[in-house]
Each structure stands twice: as C-alpha cells, then as structure tokens.
C-alpha cells in the first residue's frame, strides 16, 4: 500500500511510519509531498494520508496521530509495550508543545527528531536512519513494562 505525508518529518510521522511498517503494512511505501500538494498528489498515486490537515489519519483533539492510528486499528490494549510507547510519542509530539515535561523520555526522543530533522534533511533517507530509533524504544518499552505487573500496568504510571 503507498502511504503520503508533508516532507520534513519528525516525531509524529516517523513513530507512524514505523507503528504502519511493524503492526499494519509491513511492505509499505511511503511518498513526501509539500503540505499546500499532499491531498491531490497522494490521491493521484492512491495513497492514503497521515499526519497533515484533512489527512486520513491526522491529529484527533489532543490526540497526536500515532494515537489516532492506534485507534482505528484497534491496537490499544494489545500490547503493553506498544501503549507505553503511545504515551512516550504522544508527549513527545504534543505535550512538549505545551511546555508539559512530565514523561521525560517524551522529550528525549522530540530532542532527537530535532536532530534527525537537521541532520538528515531527506525523507526516505530519514525513515532508514530513524525508525531503528523508535524500534528500539519500542524495545526498551517491552522491557520496562515487563518488569511491572502486567495486571497493575497503566501507561500513565510514567508520567512524573
């Protein structure tokens, strides 16, 4: 399936690109158009949308679009790891934008996507430096709630 989003991805769209690659698409393809083209030129290609306005997935209220993306596949629930990894994306991409510092790994990883947005100005080339990253994170979420009780786990217990 071809999957389109706005060029200069950072948090939000690679932590999709990677929840799209791992639990919905495993051959996806993935094509960057500027904001103002995304709609007509994703629509040209068939391609479904993400992370920009009117997009297919997108923003929902306060929740970013790995949140969103979780819900329409129904992926809430299914794994620990991957919910405790929702809550890290999430405040990465949201509430670092409201000066809320309160899952500290969330502003770790928005400090690398500021990097990575710097450094790798590519997006294809992006996706193979990155999503390593979030696949790791996703790692150490496995980790970190498998030392908990899976019958008490809550992912807001990370929050500070």
């Known amino acids: 399936m071809k999957w389109a989003t706005r060029k200069g991805m950072k948090t939000d769209r690679v932590a999709c690109a990677w929840l799209i690659r791992k639990y919905v698409d495993p051959h996806a393809e993935f094509f960057f158009f500027d ?4 709609a007509v030129e994703a629509a040209k290609i068939g391609a479904k949308t993400f992370d920009a306005a009117g997009a297919d997935f997108r923003h929902e209220g ?17 794994e620990p790891a991957l919910d405790h990894m929702a809550v890290i994306v999430h405040s ?6 409201l000066y809320d510092f ?8 928005w400090a690398l996507a500021q990097g990575f947005a ?3 100005p590519d997006d294809h080339e992006k996706l193979k430096v990155v999503v390593p990253m979030y696949e790791a994170l ?3 979420c496995g980790q970190k709630v498998g030392k908990m009780k899976l019958s008490t ?5 990370i929050r500070i």
Not at 68 to 77: F, P, Q, V
Not at 92 to 97: R, T
Not at 102 to 109: I, R
């Open 35 to 38: 904001a103002d083209a995304l």
């Open 138 to 140: 996703y790692r150490w």
């Open 153 to 157: 786990y809550s992912p807001e217990a």
């Open 62 to 78: 306060m929740k970013c679009t790995f949140e969103t993306m979780m819900d329409r596949y129904g992926l809430w629930g299914r």
């Open 102 to 109: 309160s899952v500290l790994e969330g502003f770790g990883v």
């Open 118 to 120: 710097e450094s790798v």
């Open 92 to 97: 990465s991409d949201v509430s670092v934008k």
